[in-house]
């Protein structure tokens, strides 16, 4: 473990790749404090975060929920850097997609506030999705940054329950960039693609389920192999590459592949003879929306680098399901 680099804040650190994003943290020296919904009956087991290498001296957890804009203060305060990957998900489409996006909205600004009270805080990278980029109709191969998800367009296309997280992430993203712009506080975003690999949080991601829907057998979920994809590990990296690199600005996209379900079924099919592997002829009967690739050449141009390829990422993932009893 490195020497102590100072203190950051995670929100939403019982999240797939919070909860990562903090065993990195720990790992490469710094002090974090996370934020996790509060329990007052004690119920909810943390020990995948308590456990992790040095967590006894350099993890602090505090109770904060984005419905409550002003329960960040505490954990914000003192932190150098903060990194907002919490945000609420709503795929059951059980409330109107004003309620889900007015709450990621008004706690996101709720955090950007507390950083400013803080004095501390010297840059926020705020974790966004590509789901803010890809939808809008546009018939590209490649998007990079310049590009935003139009929000008419997937009221209209696409189905409630994805529509929701869609929107709340697009219009969550530019609230948060255009504070920063106008109080003079440091915003960068990190807009990874579908996030594969291992995990330490207690529930299954759906991102690792979505992408292991050949191997579950989920058919229903196979349309969301048509995009680019991204280990977890690399994600961490990267926003806390963001976080040092002094020169970060604006919005980086963060994808380093993008998948052949033709190719990764006959990889699998092969590595993983247990599973019920479809056939490429099957798979092409798969209808869904093609995702465009997701450009990650501006981040490329720092000099990051991704450190994984396709095939680790799905050993990775299910390796990983395997151990926790989901294989």
């Known amino acids: 473990m490195e020497s102590d680099k100072g203190t950051v804040c995670v929100t939403g650190g019982t999240g797939f790749i919070a909860s990562w994003l903090i065993k ?44 409550d804009p002003d329960s960040f203060d505490a954990a914000v305060e003192g932190s150098k850097g903060v990194f907002h990957v919490a945000t609420p998900v709503d795929f059951g489409n059980n409330e109107p997609v004003e309620i889900v996006t007015g709450r990621a909205i008004s706690g996101a600004l709720g955090i950007l506030k507390a950083c400013m009270k803080s004095g501390t805080v010297e840059r926020v990278v705020y974790t966004s999705s590509a789901s803010a980029v890809v939808f809008n ?45 106008q109080h003079g506080l440091d915003v960068v975003t990190v807009i990874p693609s579908l996030v594969v690999g291992p995990f330490i949080c207690s529930k ?27 280990h977890v ?35 699998l099919r092969v590595k993983y003879p247990e599973f019920p ?29 991704f450190n994984y390829g396709v095939e680790k990422m799905f050993d990775d993932a299910i390796n990983c399901c395997k151990e926790k009893g989901y294989l």
């Open 233 to 267: 590990d690399d994600v961490a990296r990267a926003h806390i590459f963001l976080l040092e690199y002094s020169d970060a600005k604006g919005r980086y996209n963060c994808s380093s592949h993008i998948m052949s379900l033709d190719k990764l079924s006959e990889y």
């Open 137 to 181: 109709g546009q018939d590209l191969e490649m998007m990079d940054e310049s590009f935003w998800s139009d929000v008419d367009f997937v009221r209209e296309k696409i189905t409630p329950d994805f529509a929701s997280y869609i929107i709340s992430k697009t219009l969550t993203e530019r609230a948060v960039l255009e504070f920063g712009a």
């Open 277 to 305: 592997i479809l056939t490429p002829e099957s798979l092409a009967e798969i209808k869904g929306l093609e995702r465009p690739g997701l450009s990650s050449k501006k981040l490329l141009d720092t000099d990051f680098k």
């Open 204 to 230: 299954f991601p759906g991102s690792v389920r979505s992408s292991l829907a050949p191997v579950l057998g989920h058919r229903y979920e196979f349309s969301f192999l048509k995009s680019p994809i991204v």
């Open 24 to 67: 990195r943290l720990l790992e490469e020296g710094y002090s974090v404090r996370t934020t996790v919904r509060a329990d007052p009956e004690n119920k909810r087991d943390l020990s995948f975060l308590t456990s992790l290498p040095g967590a006894d001296e350099k993890l602090k957890i505090f109770s904060a929920d984005l419905s």
